[in-house]
C-alpha cells in the first residue's frame, strides 16, 4: 500500500512540473511602416530617408517595391530601399510640386514557419511650395491715380478688385489681404475693396499657408488708397424762368448730356406734382454745356413742380460714372 501511494504522487509532481516549464512562442509582429503621413516643404530636392519600414529583422527573403499614386506630385527616388532588415529599410522622395499623393510599399517575406507573405503598407505623402517671400510676390493690378504720392482712388460705392502674385509659380502659400481703416475702405480675401468714407489708408498684401501665419510674417507688398465722393449733381437752380442750370462737381462728357441741340435721354425734366403744384409742359428744350454747368432753356416758363432725373450713364471727362440724380422739386422762385 505505501509504494503504489508513492507512484502516484510522483506522477503528479512531474506533470505539475512540465506545466511550469511550457514556453508560448509569440508570432514576430508584422513589418509597417513608422509613420503613414509625410509632409514635405519644396520641390527638386531628394528627402532622404523620409519612409521606413520597421519590423523586418525576424523574416526571411525579405523584398519590397515602393510607388507613388502620383508622380507629378512626389516621385520614388531611384535608391529607394536603403537600410538592412536590422534597422529597417528606407524609401527617398522627390517632391516635384504642391499637392497630395499616396505612396505604397507592396513586401514580401518569408516567416521562421516558411510561410510566405505579401502585405501593402500605405503612406499618404503632402508637398508644400512655401513662398521665396521675393520682390515676385506683388500687387500685378496696381491703378496709381496720383504719381507724386503713388496714390490709388477710388470713388465712393465703387469696388475694385486687386490682384497678387505668389513666388514661386505653384507656391502653396496664399494671399491675403488687410485695410489699415476698415472706415476707409474694407477689403475681402479675394481681393475686392470696396470703398466706405472719404480718407486715405493702406492696402497691405500678406503670404503664408494660412491667415494666422501669413500677418505673422512682414507685409509683401502694399497699395495707398484714397477713397473720395462719387462725382455728381452738385445743385438744381433757376437763373431765369425759362432757364435752369444743372451743376455738376465734375467736368462731364458733353455726348452724354447733349444730342444734337437737346438733352439726351440720361437728362430728363418731367412735369410732375408736389403739394397741389403740378408742373406746366415746357415745349421745346435746349442744352448747352458750359464747363460743369448744363444750361437747359425751355420754350415754356418754368410753373409748378419737375422731376428733375440725371442718370449714372452720365459720365466725367475722367470717363467716372457719376451719381444717379432723382429729386422732384417745387417752382417757386427757384427751384427748391
Known sequence: MKIRKMIVLTVIT????????TITVEAATPPA???????????GKVNQYTLKLMNTEKFRDFNFVWTSSNPKVVKVAKKAGQGDAQNGYYCNLVPKTKGTAEVKCVVTYTTKKNVQKKKTLKA???????????????????????EKTQTMYIYQGDTYTVEGAVSPIGSSDNIYWKSTDEEVFTVATNGAIQAVEEGAAVLEMYVGATEEAAFAKDKLDSLKIRTIARPSVKSVQLSDTKVLEINFTHAVVKSTVISGVGLTENVALIPAKKDDKEGRDLGEIRAVLTGKTLVITTENEFSGAYQIVVSDNVITTDQVKIAAYDEVKKVVLSLE
Not at 512531474?14 to 516549464?21: E, P, R, S, V, Y
Not at 511602416?33 to 520641390?43: A, D, F, H
Open 14 to 21: 512531474a506533470a505539475a512540473l512540465l506545466k511550469t516549464d
Open 124 to 146: 499618404q505623402v503632402e508637398v508644400t511650395v512655401p513662398s521665396d517671400r521675393s520682390e515676385d510676390n506683388k500687387i500685378v493690378n496696381k491703378v496709381i491715380s496720383d
Open 33 to 43: 511602416l513608422v509613420t503613414e503621413t509625410v509632409k514635405l516643404e519644396g520641390v
